[in-house]
């Protein structure tokens, strides 16, 4: 009979059903361990983080552009050199701003010598007056003592006429000497020489002409490093256009862009970990939240969306976040503009959603432009004393006159 081969081979197969069984057993056992463990980490440990790999340094893009137009005659430095605040960048053509500045100094220095001359007019002026204020007592005595004489007939009606004729002529030459002395005063009255209204125009014309021929020097505004040089030689540039940049590397910070979903718990001031694909997970940043973002993306696009017109598509916005980086870190490991960089937030910190205070002084300041008014000032100074008396300059200046009639 034929029956029996059957049953052996059903009872050979079933000890390998048995051993997948519990092999399933097992993975089941593991993937619920690893289910429990997973959870616990979260709820303990993995929901207090939120992370982006959508994250990109930024800085500071300083634009170098000229104030007055003209022709590049020199440039002093090029892509990713490095130029120290106020160094050369860019020399244009100076010779017709240096002739303007050669015609102010001479203005100023003429004025200044013409307002002296008036000076000295109404001190002539009031010696005039008081000559003439003598002549004037004179005649009145001569006319008072002729009315005696005339009383007792030792002298003629006519010859005390001219008597009187001499008072009021002499009266008249006051009042003339007067008007002149005041005419002359009103020019200088309680000013000095360097306070003149006249002499305060020429040295105001004087200041913008040294500003435009300093103007010809363009300038690094900061230190940093150069980037997007445009300009070349001989060419032609106009005022407010772009030449190069100069980027201070060690301002830099990341602009990370998390899910509007991942913002919930965020806040300012909590620790951020950074690493950049530059160097790899090698290199750990420390930053901290500075500013969650006033609008999304989308909001300050160029072409806004219009969710009111048409159909209408549900999209998870992103939020900008920067995030502030260690300065020391940055000096060790130098980014640049524009690098991918991976953020991982730290939730467990508490903070504001928006910062309470202005900031207290300027985020970004450069004085390369004050420093050519000082100069400019300083120039002023020094033409306004070499155009005084040796007096005056011995005793630092021109004292104000006085306009009062003495």
């Known amino acids: 009979m034929s029956t029996p081969a059957p049953i052996t081979a059903n009872i050979?197969?079933?000890?390998?059903?048995?051993?997948?069984?519990?092999?399933?057993?097992?993975?089941?056992?593991?993937?619920?361990?690893?289910?429990?463990?997973?959870?616990?980490?979260?709820?303990?440990?993995?929901?207090?983080?939120?992370?982006?790999?959508?994250?990109?340094?930024?800085?500071?893009?300083?634009?170098?552009?000229?104030?007055?137009?003209?022709?590049?005659?020199?440039?002093?430095?090029?892509?990713?050199?490095?130029?120290?605040?106020?160094?050369?960048?860019?020399?244009?053509?100076?010779?017709?701003?240096?002739?303007?500045?050669?015609?102010?100094?001479?203005?100023?220095?003429?004025?200044?010598?013409?307002?002296?001359?008036?000076?000295?007019?109404?001190?002539?002026?009031?010696?005039?007056?008081?000559?003439?204020?003598?002549?004037?007592?004179?005649?009145?005595?001569?006319?008072?003592?002729?009315?005696?004489?005339?009383?007792?007939?030792?002298?003629?009606?006519?010859?005390?006429?001219?008597?009187?004729?001499?008072?009021?002529?002499?009266?008249?030459?006051?009042?003339?000497?007067?008007?002149?002395?005041?005419?002359?005063?009103?020019?200088?009255?309680?000013?000095?020489?360097?306070s003149q209204p006249d002499v305060q125009a020429a040295a105001a014309a004087l200041r913008q002409a040294y500003i435009n021929n300093a103007r010809t020097r363009i300038v690094a505004p900061v230190s940093g490093y150069v980037a997007r040089r445009s300009v070349q030689l001989g060419q032609r540039v106009q005022q407010g256009a772009a030449l190069m940049a100069v980027v201070p590397l060690e301002q830099v910070w990341v602009d990370a862009n998390f899910k509007e979903t991942q913002l919930r718990k965020m806040r300012l001031g909590q620790p951020v970990k950074l690493h950049s694909d530059i160097y790899g997970g090698g290199v750990d940043y420390q930053g901290r939240i500075v500013s969650l973002g006033i609008g999304t993306g989308s909001a300050f696009s160029l072409l806004p969306a219009q969710n009111a017109s048409g159909n209408w598509i549900k999209i998870v916005q992103r939020l900008p976040v920067r995030i502030a980086l260690d300065a020391a870190q940055v000096r060790e490991h130098p980014l640049r503009i524009g690098l991918s960089m991976s953020a991982d937030v730290d939730l467990h910190g508490s903070g504001q959603l928006l910062p309470a205070q202005s900031a207290e002084k300027p985020i970004l300041a450069t004085g390369v432009y004050g420093r050519q008014l000082r100069e400019a000032d300083e120039l002023v100074a020094r033409i306004i004393q070499q155009n005084l008396p040796a007096s005056s300059r011995a005793s630092g200046g021109v004292a104000a006159h006085s306009a009062a009639n003495r």
């Open 12 to 194: 050979a197969a079933e000890p390998p059903k048995r051993g997948r069984g519990v092999a399933l057993r097992i993975l089941l056992v593991v993937l619920v361990l690893a289910a429990i463990g997973w959870g616990a980490w979260y709820f303990l440990d993995g929901r207090w983080y939120e992370s982006t790999d959508d994250a990109y340094v930024n800085g500071n893009v300083v634009q170098v552009t000229p104030l007055v137009p003209g022709t590049t005659v020199s440039i002093g430095a090029d892509d990713g050199q490095f130029v120290h605040e106020g160094q050369l960048l860019v020399q244009l053509d100076s010779n017709d701003a240096q002739a303007a500045l050669s015609q102010a100094e001479a203005a100023l220095a003429r004025t200044v010598r013409q307002v002296r001359g008036m000076y000295s007019g109404a001190e002539g002026s009031q010696a005039m007056l008081a000559n003439r204020r003598a002549d004037l007592e004179r005649a009145r005595t001569d006319y008072a003592r002729r009315q005696g004489l005339a009383s007792t007939g030792a002298i003629s009606a006519e010859e005390l006429s001219h008597a009187r004729e001499q008072v009021a002529s002499a009266q008249a030459a006051v009042d003339a000497a007067s008007q002149k002395l005041a005419s002359d005063t009103a020019m200088i009255d309680d000013t000095g020489v360097a």
